[in-house]
């Protein structure tokens, strides 16, 4: 299935060698799409593109210098409904169609057209799949001669599109630049049933360390379990109180070494094939990240077992590593990806996140970033995410 990438509107520093590396890795057609950029910032973007790459860029505006810079083709939108006569010989013609009766009427007279929005939204709320797919399997015929799928359409969900019929699809914001990686249950491996076998072989109630329920038993006065690890988790409380507090629920003799051991005892390994993927996408050009909610006593231990004793260190991983313990701030609040984005110094549409908790990829997702799921009962699904762009 053909794919098309479009890129952000907004112009921002980085985006053309980001393109170059795109085209490098394969992409076959790309729609610049900068509606707010002058002839002139359109032409200097264009002057980055690498000469053995610009015929395969559609232009939406400014469509005059297609031809001066021998690109593939032009689209046509609402700011632009109308093509230059006559069009530049080789240049591929396309528009956007919105209804069901426009691809009918139009698709004939282009070379493609994109049909949208097909799926929701990610990046706009509200704005909602407009056809149902009983009205795409009555056009079915047309879709798979030219029509492209577009709105909300993300890797993952190429498959769904085939099936519907398309010949291809579209990516709104297509253009990564960066990955940010949560870490326990994506580069992670965690292990709870170990954790409360740990809590019961030492007779330490497990609910002090597992719960994630604010209503959960009281450890002192007015402070619950659930909200202790909370608080524990965005730096409220030191690691030194957090130890204390749970030392005096813990049977007599209980040392502090012990209820650090039994805390990180639901840390698992991080596999090198993992952290291999990683440095793949850094040969590659893409910033990679850590955005994860943790404390200081499993970030010093992971940091040390899990990452050191691998041969890599954080500086070989990430570029920025994004901790909620010292940000005083926790996924899916969306001041933490503000912040990850802000640092990073890319679009937020440019960023793609990959997280094994829905709700955190829906509030990134919310917040302008790509991303996706990750299902840790699913073997290798970080690979599959992460093999478009590799």
Known sequence: MEQIIITQPQMYEGEPEAVNRLFARGCRRLHLRKP????????GWLEQIEPQYRPRIVLHDHHDLAPLY????????????VAP????????????????????TLASDYDYVLLS?????????????????????????????????????????????????FYGAAMMGGVVTDFIFDLGG?????????????CRQVG?????????????????????AGKLIADYQVGLVTSEQFLALVQRHCPPGTTRQ??????????????????????QLRRLGYGTHLLSNTNQLHWDYIRQLCFSDTGYTCADLFDHVFLSQELHLAKPDPAIYRHAVRQIGTPAGQ???????KVNVEAARREGLQGAWLDVGRKNHLHEILSPFL
């Open 36 to 43: 707010t950029a002058s002839r002139s910032q359109t032409a």
């Open 70 to 81: 021998h690109l593939g083709g032009i689209h046509l939108n609402s700011r632009n409904p």
């Open 85 to 104: 006569v006559p069009l530049a010989e080789g240049l591929t013609l396309s528009r956007s169609c919105h209804t069901i009766e426009e691809v009918k």
């Open 117 to 165: 929005p097909i799926f929701d939204s990610i990046s706009k709320p509200g704005y909602r799949a407009a056809f149902t797919s009983e009205e795409l399997e009555s056009i079915r015929p047309l879709l798979s001669r030219n029509v492209y799928a577009l709105g909300g359409i993300t890797p993952q969900r190429l498959p769904e599109v085939e099936r519907l019929g």
């Open 186 to 198: 994506v580069l992670l491996d965690l292990d709870m049933q170990r954790a409360a076998a740990a």
């Open 204 to 224: 330490i109630d497990a609910e002090l360390f597992l719960s994630g329920n604010p209503g959960s038993s009281t450890i002192a006065d007015g402070l619950t």
């Open 258 to 279: 012990t209820i650090v051991d039994t805390w990180n005892a639901c840390i698992g390994t991080v596999p090198r094939h993992r952290l291999d993927l990683i440095l």
């Open 351 to 357: 960023c793609f996140f990959i997280d094994d908790t």
